[in-house]
């Protein structure tokens, strides 16, 4: 019952090649978002969104698109992978009343390296 | 812009010596400063949500506090399984309700 599962958790690939990973959420919320976390750098947003069909950017969005068609899954494209795209992605949704504060439900992230 | 900065990187603590990590903030207007608790391999985990100067809340061994500029996570007596990575996070007028920026966290080794 993690309630916000990623997949794959693992991926490796190669420069140039097209990746989706994939979030689910089973607990109805309106705002789902992307992060990737880098050593030193934190946790940065790449793309949000906050209801059926409706994204927006987010501080590192450049090379990533984003497509929510149904509120139980969000997901995050990379056209063409590149060596700079080698991070942890995590999915988080709004726990808040609302969704749109910051007390975020994490999940447990994907590793992807791009060689 | 708004920026986060957590101190020390990483610190080392016998079980039963008491600290605090400190989180320093800039941020045009203070919708809410957050803390997070991360484990390896896992996603971060929240902690507490601080609004105003003045504020605090605890949690078993760990109290968070929030001044104007700063926040700082206190840890009274940790154990071993209080060794995690700790993120703050803060959210600002102008970035909107969805924008979080992150610090890079401080690394908590508690030893036995």
């Known amino acids: 019952d993690a309630g916000i599962t990623q997949s794959p958790r693992h991926k490796v690939t190669e420069t140039g090649t097209p990746v989706t990973l994939r979030c689910h959420q089973t607990e109805n919320h309106r705002y789902m978002y992307w992060y990737r976390q880098d050593p030193g750098h934190g946790l940065r947003l790449i793309h949000y969104s906050y209801g059926v069909k409706d994204t927006d950017k987010g501080e590192v969005s450049d090379g990533y698109s984003v497509s929510r068609s149904k509120t139980e899954d969000f997901l995050l494209t990379l056209e063409s992978a590149t060596s700079s795209q080698t991070s942890v992605y995590f999915c988080a949704m709004g726990s808040g009343g609302t969704g749109n504060t910051g007390e975020l439900f994490f999940g447990e992230g994907s590793r992807l390296t791009v060689l | 812009e708004d920026q986060v900065t957590q101190s020390p990187e990483a610190l080392r603590l016998q079980e039963g010596e008491s600290s605090s990590l400190n989180c320093s903030y800039t941020?045009?207007?203070?919708?809410?400063l957050f803390w997070y608790r991360q484990d390896p391999g896992k996603g971060p985990e929240f902690l507490f949500t601080?609004?105003?100067a003045g504020e605090e809340k605890e949690k078993e061994r760990l109290k968070a506090t929030l001044t104007k500029k700063e926040s700082f996570l206190h840890i009274t007596a940790p154990k071993p399984e209080d060794s995690a990575t700790y993120l703050c996070a803060v959210q600002g007028f102008s970035g909107g309700y969805n924008k979080l920026i992150f610090g890079a966290g401080t690394r908590l080794a508690v030893h036995p």
């Open positions: 941020v045009s207007g203070l919708r809410g």
């Open positions: 601080l609004y105003s």
